[in-house]
Structure formats: C-alpha cells, structure tokens
C-alpha cells in the first residue's frame, strides 16, 4: 500500500503574520507525485534527501501546475510568502522567477549556508520556524506603493487591478511594472490565479454545489470563464474537485 505524503502548515510568529502565509512541511514514507497548483505565492524551499543531502530553492509564483516527485524518506520545508511580499528576500525582479525553481545560493550567495546548517527534519517544528525567522531577519517597513502590494491583493472579494491600483495610489502602468516586480504576475494574471485559487477552496468546501452557481460565488462571468481558467492553472476542470473521490 502507497501512503500519502504528511504534508502540514504553520502560522509565523507575528512580526511575519503580514509577510509570510505559512511555514509548511511534507514527508513521505514512500514515493509519491505530488501537484501542487498555482496560488499567486512565491515559496523560499528548504528540502534534505538521501540522494543529495540539504539544499534550498526559490519557487517562483506559478501560472500552471507542477508535478513534483517525492521520494521515501525525504524531508521539505518552506515558508510560502503571501503575494508580493517576498521581493525584499530576492535579488532580482519576481517576473525573473515566474513558473522556475532556482537554487538560493543563485539569489543569495554564502547567506545559504546559514539556513542549510539550521534547519533540520529532526528538530522540532517551533525551533525551525524560529530558525527561518531568525536567517530572514527583521521584515521591511511596508510603506508606500510596494509594500502595499500583498495588502491589496490580500483581499479575498475582490480581484480588481483597477481598484487595486487606486488603492496603491499609483497609476495601472505603474502597478503593472510594481505587480510585476512583486509578485511575478502581471494584475490583470495574479487577478485570476487568485480568484482560481479561491474557487478552488471553495469548491472543496461545497462539493455539492454545482458549477453555475460556483462560478457565481467566486466572481466569475459564467461558468464557461470558471472552466478554462481551472484547464489553465489546473490542467482539469472544475467538476474534477467537486467530485467525491477525485482520481
């Protein structure tokens, strides 16, 4: 028998409850392929296995699903940002990472070694979140248009660029450029995966409903916008999650 991968999610302590979504961690007792969906986050990856040992990535915000390969006895952690709010921790523009897994000593440098040397699948939970919190350092000051970025597009009614440009105090052009930078989405882009990402967690939470009024509740035009949307960033259709046993 195949055993699903343990694959859990950790609240940061408040000076990241701004910044970060969630610390998470995944094992598996056996091998397994995991598809992880597009969420709008960007993720800073901490992983050890008995073929390679310890390293870190940075998985930049997706725009399609990723089919990863999990093997026995590997150990992830990572700490999933919420959208536009890890930009300070990169060393280049979001949009350079969008859809790629790069490795973090590329972004930063000999800082690596300090996360790869502090975390452990051994130790417990709380001493690696405050590991992570440590290495990361103190959060910057979330001031002016940037760091209003996450703010805005952290509000789960409404998928509006427009508003969200206003809201910002910038122009659309310059809350392209400044979405682009943050997120690695255009707005128009991170608009969808977000709404995407929210009917998907609402479909799980109502498998009874049936797709039109889904589509309704989630701020789609119609059901058919519903559907390709969930083809686009999920490679399946939407009845595909309101199923009771998903294959």
């Known amino acids: ?82 959208p536009g709010a890890a930009r300070p921790w990169l060393s280049c523009p979001a949009a350079e990472l969008t859809d790629g897994v790069v490795p973090l000593d590329e972004i930063w440098g000999e800082r690596v070694e300090g996360l790869l040397a502090a975390i452990s699948a051994a130790a417990p939970v709380s001493n690696n979140i405050e590991a992570w919190e440590r290495i990361l350092g103190d959060p910057p000051a979330c001031a002016g248009p940037r760091g209003s970025i996450a703010q805005w597009v952290a509000q789960p009614s409404d998928f509006s660029p427009r508003r969200w440009a206003g809201e910002a105090c910038v122009g659309d052009r310059q809350f392209r450029r400044l979405c682009l930078n943050g997120t690695g989405l255009a707005p128009k882009k991170l608009a969808r995966v977000l709404r995407f990402r929210r009917a998907l967690a609402y479909a799980k939470n109502h498998p009874s409903l049936d797709l039109p009024q889904l589509a309704v509740d989630c701020g789609y035009f119609d059901q058919s916008h519903m559907i390709r949307d969930f083809n686009e960033f999920a490679g399946h259709p939407p009845s595909r999650f309101l199923a009771d046993d998903p294959a």
């Open 1 to 82: 028998m195949t055993l699903s991968p343990t694959y859990l999610e950790f609240k940061p302590g408040a000076r990241f409850a701004g910044i970060v979504e969630c610390f998470w961690t995944l094992s598996s007792a056996s091998e397994f392929r995991q598809t992880v969906l597009p969420d709008g986050c960007c993720d800073i990856l901490f992983s050890t296995t008995r073929a390679r040992g310890p390293q870190a990535h940075v998985v930049g915000t997706m725009t399609k699903p990723r089919f990863v390969s999990i093997s026995a006895g590997d150990w992830l952690m990572g700490v999933r940002f919420h």
